[in-house]
């Protein structure tokens, strides 16, 4: 099925001309699929990491005194 997905195998019978043109649109489908996944995690991954600074005690500001004690 791997030379069949790839084109190294010629094929004479419809049936499987039309399999192997499905195939190859499928996986094309899901190579989208992954990138707008991988896209995705990643822009989430940055904002946890924008989330996670904003967590992050204010050392500077934490000694300086302020009006109610």
Same mark, same amino acid.
């Not at 099925?1 to 019978?13: D, Q, W």
């Not at 001309?17 to 190859?24: A, D, K, M, N, Y």
């Given at each position: 099925? @791997?030379? @069949?997905?790839?084109?190294?195998?010629?094929? +004479?019978?419809p049936?499987?001309?039309?399999?192997?043109? #499905?195939?190859?649109?499928?996986? &094309? %489908? =899901? $190579?989208? =699929?992954? #990138?707008? =996944?991988?896209? %995705? +995690? %990643? &822009?989430?991954? $940055? +904002?946890?990491?924008?989330? $996670?600074?904003?967590?992050?005690? %204010?050392?500077?500001?934490? @000694?300086?005194?302020t009006? @109610?004690?």
């Open positions: 099925m @791997a030379k @069949a997905l790839v084109g190294y195998r010629v094929a +004479n019978e049936r499987l001309v039309l399999e192997t043109i #499905e195939l190859r649109r499928r996986v &094309r %489908d =899901l $190579e989208h =699929l992954v #990138e707008a =996944l991988q896209r %995705d +995690n %990643d &822009r989430l991954r $940055e +904002n946890d990491r924008v989330r $996670e600074d904003v967590r992050q005690p %204010d050392v500077v500001g934490a @000694a300086v005194p009006i @109610a004690g």
